[in-house]
């Protein structure tokens, strides 16, 4: 069986299985749900999951540039 991808990356842990009989509106309730969790996390811990998105995706830099010419014209 092909494990599943998570947006975390996480591909152990505790089995989380949902019910396959939940109506729509009982499926909005949980979306809604952890929308609003989400939302009232990131209120309190803005600036710092900020500054970690930040840290963790921020391209490298490298000041490993090859020579330019400048006798050579810039196209």
């Known amino acids: 069986m092909k494990p599943w ?4 990356g996480i591909q ?5 299985i949902l ?3 939940w109506t729509p509106e009982q499926a909005l309730a949980v979306v809604e749900l952890l929308d609003d969790l989400r939302e009232r996390i990131w209120a309190h811990y803005e600036i ?3 500054e970690l998105l930040r840290d963790l995706y ?4 490298t000041t490993d540039y090859p020579p330019t010419d400048t006798n050579e014209p810039p196209f």
């Open 5 to 8: 991808l998570l947006p975390s």
């Open 12 to 16: 152990r842990g505790l089995p989380f």
């Open 19 to 21: 019910p396959d009989d």
């Open 48 to 50: 710092p999951l900020h």
């Open 58 to 61: 921020q391209p490298t830099q």
